[in-house]
């Protein structure tokens, strides 16, 4: 059950559209629009969490003004959020290493601020 309420969003992006959150053409577009949009103007909520591995993978809603997208982040902080029930959380001043690798893009939790569950 979702704890918080993000805001309803509109895609205009065709890519978004098109193809699905894991593919290497939603990754790369996405890198150039988080690269190109003010970070300020980014909201985050995670969606799930799961372990892949050794490692959580979070699934995390982004909205901006231009922003509606999904995006699947290696979460390199210390909280874990696949068992705590932080679904629908909004994450506060989230930090993240945004990498174009060759293959794809690729994104990491860093760090944040605050949960509003």
Known sequence: MSSCVKPA??????????????TKEYKD???KLIRETDK????????????KDTSEQI??????????AKMTV???????????GY???ELLGAQFAVKSEPN???FDLLSFVKIID
């Open 29 to 31: 577009e996405l890198y």
């Open 74 to 84: 290696q979460n390199l902080t210390d909280k874990k959020f696949n068992k705590a």
């Open 9 to 22: 969003c509109l895609n205009k992006n065709t890519v978004f559209e098109k193809f699905d959150p894991n």
């Open 104 to 106: 794809e893009a690729q």
């Open 59 to 68: 699934i995390i809603d982004i909205r901006g003004k231009d922003v509606c």
């Open 87 to 89: 679904r629908g959380a």
């Open 40 to 51: 300020n103007d980014l909201r985050f909520w995670i969606s799930d969490a799961t372990l």
